[in-house]
């Protein structure tokens, strides 16, 4: 039998899959995984990464594909995103990071009606025996620690935005 920890996970069976969007809802607060909103975009850590640190950059309008925002808000989608890779990369120190976007179910979306790109920082090694031949994937860190690190950097970042 494989055993793999991961605690976070008992918040969300309990809950069950939200009836309302992920990106939609929430008080901002640590339980949210909410690192940075304002009225044109949200960060927030994905409570199922594919390694520590990952995280999503989406629009806070509702909208499923890039075309159907204004352009306003898409220059600010492209500021948090950027802001996002930068501090991903300060914080966690990664040799690499993918940035990817699925838009629609067939490519993959999750919460296919709320377009979003995630930010996964990546190590050499961080695909190694375990996935491959157990197939169980290794955390390194809990989600709250994550959050706890990035935080105060996406505080920092939207107080010198709004100036």
């Given at each position: 039998m494989k055993v793999a920890w991961a605690p976070w996970r008992m918040t969300y069976i309990e809950r069950g899959r939200p009836e309302?969007?992920?990106?939609?809802?929430?008080?901002?607060?640590?339980?949210?995984?909410?690192?940075?909103?304002?009225?044109?975009?949200?960060?927030k850590l994905n409570m199922f990464p594919y390694n520590n640190g990952h995280l999503m950059v989406a629009p806070r309008e509702h909208v499923a594909r890039l075309g159907d925002l204004a352009r306003e808000k898409y220059l600010a989608l492209m500021d948090a995103l950027l802001a996002s890779i930068d501090i991903v990369e300060r914080v966690f120190k990664p040799q690499g990071v993918n940035v990817g976007i699925n838009i629609g179910a067939p490519a993959g979306a999750g919460i296919e009606?709320?377009?979003?790109?995630?930010?996964?920082?990546?190590w050499n090694g961080d695909t190694n025996y375990m996935p491959v031949i157990a197939e169980v994937k290794v955390l390194p860190q809990h989600l709250r620690d994550s959050y706890d690190r990035l935080r105060p950097h996406f505080d920092a970042w939207l107080a010198k935005r709004s100036r």
């Open positions: 309302e969007c992920i990106f939609c809802v929430g008080d901002g607060g640590r339980e949210d995984l909410l690192l940075a909103a304002d009225e044109t975009i949200v960060v009606d709320h377009l979003h790109w995630h930010v996964v920082p990546r």
